[in-house]
């Protein structure tokens, strides 16, 4: 067995990254478990309160009900984004003048910033002055989304469609790009249906970038802030206050800052429990399915 | 320099002391007795010892919430059973 040779000298490159990850993740992240076991009423003062924050946090109904709508609405846009996502990059042209024009009409979503896609989806929605909320009304359908949970959530969901979809799809679409063209050569000489060449050609050579495209939509998702904050403010009600919207009430509105800690730490395990599932599972779904010792 | 505004205990800098530890010792470990290539374990994915760390301090994490939410007992339990977990996890992941 011939034994790898290993340059390790090549880990000094990636010194500068974790001095800056250091002082940027790190130090703060230290900082947050210094204040979840602490309380704080000002002035740099603090008190010793062990696993006390922990304990509340995990028997708190408030918590409970954030976090459960949290996986609902990770869980819908991942449903609706990925095949959607598969979908229209599988209908977008290979060649031609329609690739580029394709390709600059999915990207221009992801331009804009998060706080202006709020704005834009905030005032869209507004049955006074608002296309959307308009366009509804005049329909006769009861939509007002500062009232109407379900309103709530449907704006929500469809602006956080309508912004990220175009990565699923433009990641897919290079997955797509990659295959090379004798693998439908040997498809159409063995009389494979659409549905065949979908699932045995391009699905398993998209594995890779879709399992990029599910974590980046998953941990995305599940710390949104900025959208849903600035077109429901976390209302009707609570009705639309996710984790991340919560936490900023309980740390700058409540200025609690040792349940927030609490939070947060408890909140950064579940994503990275969660993005260490999803690499495993879909690397290893990768592994088994290609030959081993090829290229 | 001054850290006071980071609040430090002496419990939470024995924590990250023990996790500094615990990467220092997994570094003179592989230089020692270099044996860190990927392996299939118990689970069915192949797992270095870095990996083999990683899970075991995440499980650890959540076996103590787990604990505060459904045990009165001390915490000291959940510190024992997570150290049980971390040994089996260096066994057979």
Redesign the interface.
């Known amino acids: 067995m011939i034994a790898k040779q290993v340059n390790q000298k090549a880990w000094f490159m990636v010194l500068p990254v974790f001095l800056i990850v250091a002082f940027s993740a790190v130090i703060p992240l230290m900082t947050v478990v210094n204040y979840s076991v602490q309380d704080t009423f000002g002035n740099n003062v603090f008190f010793w309160v062990g696993f006390d924050w922990f304990r509340d946090l995990i028997h708190s109904e408030r918590f409970h009900q954030a976090f459960l709508r949290q996986l609902l609405f990770s869980g819908i846009i991942l449903a609706i984004e990925v095949p959607l996502g598969i979908a229209i990059a599988l209908t977008m042209p290979k060649k031609g003048w329609g690739v580029p024009l394709c390709l600059v009409n999915m990207a221009l979503p992801l331009l804009i910033p998060w706080n202006v896609v709020g704005t834009i989806w905030q005032i869209f929605g507004r049955v006074d002055i608002g296309l959307l909320g308009h366009t509804l009304a005049a329909l006769g359908i009861d939509y007002n989304y500062t009232q109407d949970p379900i309103a709530a959530w449907l704006t929500v969901i469809v602006m956080d469609i309508w912004h990220w979809t175009s990565l699923v799809v433009l990641l897919c679409y290079a997955g797509l790009c990659s295959i090379p063209d004798a693998y439908y050569q040997a498809a159409r000489i063995d009389g494979a249906s659409r549905w065949a060449i979908f699932r045995y050609i391009q699905l398993p050579k998209m594995h890779r970038v879709l399992l990029i495209a599910i974590l980046l939509r998953f941990m995305d998702s599940f710390m949104i802030y900025t959208e849903p904050f600035v077109v429901t403010g976390g209302g009707p009600g609570n009705s639309t206050t996710f984790l991340s919207i919560d936490l900023v009430k309980l740390a700058i509105g409540q200025f609690d800052l040792g349940n927030a800690a609490a939070m947060s730490l408890v909140y950064f395990l579940i994503i990275l429990l969660c993005s260490w599932i999803f690499y495993t599972v879909m690397s290893n779904v990768g592994e088994e399915s290609s030959p081993k010792g090829g290229a | 320099m001054n850290f006071?505004?980071?609040?430090?205990?002496g419990?939470?800098a024995a924590?990250?002391l023990i996790i500094l530890g615990m990467l220092i010792t997994m570094t003179v470990w592989e230089i020692r007795v270099p044996g860190g290539a990927p392996r299939r374990g118990i689970l069915?994915?192949?797992t270095t010892r870095g990996d083999r760390l990683?899970v075991s301090l995440?499980g650890s994490?959540?076996i103590h919430?787990f604990w505060?939410?459904f045990f009165s007992l001390n915490?000291w339990w959940a510190f024992a059973l997570a150290c049980v977990y971390a040994v089996c996890v260096f066994i057979w992941v």
């Open positions: 006071n505004w980071m609040a430090w205990t419990p939470t924590f990250f069915g994915f192949e990683f995440l994490a959540f919430i505060l939410a915490l």
